[in-house]
C-alpha cells in the first residue's frame, strides 16, 4: 500500500504543486497514512490464526522497517524530481522567470 502511494502521489506532488515544501508535507501526510494502515492490517493478520503471517511471534521485523524507509526515500525523490521537471520545463518553454528586481528590470531595457 505504501509503494501504490509512493507512485501514484510522490511525482505529480513535485510536479503539479508550487511549493516544494507543500508537496513534501502532502507527501509524508498521505504516505504516514498508509503506512499504518498497512502496519496495523500486518499486525493484526500476525495476531489472528493465520496460516502465512506477515511477522512470526518474537521476531523484530527489522526488515519491515529498512524497507518502508527505503520507500519513504523513494517518494521524497521522486517529489523533487516532480518538482525539477517542472522547473525545467518552465525555463524552457515561453514564460520568463525573473530571480530578482534587477534582472527583470535588466531584460526589459532595450537599452
Excluded at 18 to 33: D, I, K, M
Excluded at 46 to 64: H, I, R, V
Amino acid at each position: 500500500m505504501i509503494a501504490v502511494v509512493t507512485v501514484l502521489l510522490a511525482f505529480p506532488l513535485g510536479y503539479f504543486m508550487r511549493s516544494r515544501l507543500a508537496a513534501g508535507t502532502t507527501y509524508a501526510v498521505a504516505y504516514l497514512w498508509a503506512f499504518v494502515f498497512q502496519t496495523l492490517y500486518l499486525t493484526l493478520d500476525s495476531l489472528g490464526d493465520s496460516s502465512n503471517p506477515a511477522f512470526e511471534a518474537g521476531d523484530f521485523p527489522w526488515q519491515y522497517g529498512v524497507v518502508t524507509l527505503a520507500i519513504f526515500g523513494v517518494g521524497f525523490g521522486l517529489v523533487n524530481l516532480g518538482h525539477w521537471v517542472k522547473e525545467r520545463s518552465s525555463r524552457t518553454g515561453t514564460r520568463a522567470i525573473a530571480t530578482s528586481g534587477n534582472a527583470a528590470a535588466s531584460a526589459n531595457s532595450t537599452a
